[in-house]
């Protein structure tokens, strides 16, 4: 009888695991965010309710829009921009993990990733303000790059001292931060697979459905054409991919990117269509890619390879665009 028993149960137990298909099913949750849009993909179910996931991501997304928008005019970031010289503003913990962040990516890159370069940003016509469709002149931009210089910036403890006019834009590294905060919460919900996506930058952990890895589209850098270049499957990793080919205008036949180089004011003019990165955080991988679309081809391939960095750069030639991948990206993707 005994023995029947645990038979029963047995059948019983692997009746209920056949019914629980949580772990093979996708689930998706999405809204706006950021002048953008976020998304998460799971697997498995939250420790609470979807609807307390869902308020905690929109939570999370809001705050960091609160702090660092330089859309909004009553952000942290805004009223320090707005601020008179030499007033100190108190900072949120997660805007000085994030400048603190940037100012790393400065130092390492010599200057050529800037969160100060929003005036020259601004004068280009990518910024908040009005978009242009010419160029600036030469002393329009002179002016403003003597607003440009992230050395100017004094972090004290939690306080940033404004000097007088300068401006900051963390747009090339918070989307990467937000990405990074939403994976903490689903972490903290209890999921194992899942791929948080904010404005395009993605961290993923564990597999899809079946053991299926998340499979990551690089898009081939031709304006207006929707195409795959390249595949990547991420596992515990992020990807931000940054480049010239959606945001430009142009001007007497010629093309000027919305990357600014902070070092000379002016577009990049290098080769260079695209740059993706993988990286543990997303939000590194978001102002690496930014830094990489600086330095351009050479000699982002040559930090990157110094640095160890997985980079993938897909580059403008005279006979079609051409792909370069460091020897750390290379390892990452044959891995998969």
Request: charged share 25%.
């Amino acid at each position: 009888m005994t023995r029947i028993l645990s038979l029963l149960v047995l059948s019983l137990t692997l009746l209920l695991s056949a019914c629980d298909d949580s772990k093979n099913r996708l689930s998706v949750l999405s809204g706006p965010t950021m002048g953008t849009t976020w998304s998460v993909k799971y697997t498995g179910t939250p420790d609470e309710n979807i609807d307390s996931l869902k308020a905690d991501i929109e939570a999370a997304l809001e705050q960091v829009n609160a702090e660092m928008s330089t859309y909004r005019a009553d952000s942290v970031l805004s009223q320090f921009n707005q601020a008179a010289a030499g007033t100190l503003v108190d900072l949120p913990a997660d805007t000085q993990k994030v400048l603190k962040a940037a100012f790393s990516l400065s130092e390492m890159t010599g200057g050529a990733y800037d969160v100060t370069v929003g005036p020259l940003v601004n004068l280009w016509g990518f910024g908040p303000e009005s978009d242009r469709f010419e160029p600036p002149q030469a002393d329009e931009i002179e002016a403003a790059r003597r607003r440009v210089g992230w050395q100017s910036l004094l972090l004290d403890g939690p306080r940033l001292l404004q000097p007088g006019e300068v401006y900051v834009d963390l747009s090339s590294i918070a989307k990467g931060f937000a990405v990074d905060k939403v994976a903490e919460l689903m972490d903290k919900h209890g999921l194992k697979s899942w791929l948080v996506e904010v404005g395009g930058e993605l961290r993923a952990r564990g597999t899809k459905p079946y053991g299926q890895p998340w499979r990551i589209a690089v898009e081939r850098p031709i304006p207006g054409v929707r195409e795959v270049e390249q595949v990547v499957a991420l596992k515990d990793m992020a990807v931000a991919t940054s480049g010239d080919y959606r945001n430009f205008f142009e001007s007497d036949g010629k093309l000027y990117s919305h990357t600014i180089d902070p070092r000379t004011g002016y577009p990049v003019q290098h080769a260079l269509a695209s740059v993706s990165v993988l990286h543990k955080s997303a939000m590194m991988a978001d102002g690496l890619a930014t830094a990489m679309t600086v330095l351009g081809p050479k000699e982002g391939m040559a930090f990157a390879k110094a640095n160890e960095l997985a980079v993938f750069f897909i580059v403008r030639t005279d006979e079609g665009v051409k792909e370069l991948s460091t020897p750390a990206f290379d390892a990452i993707v044959e891995d998969k």
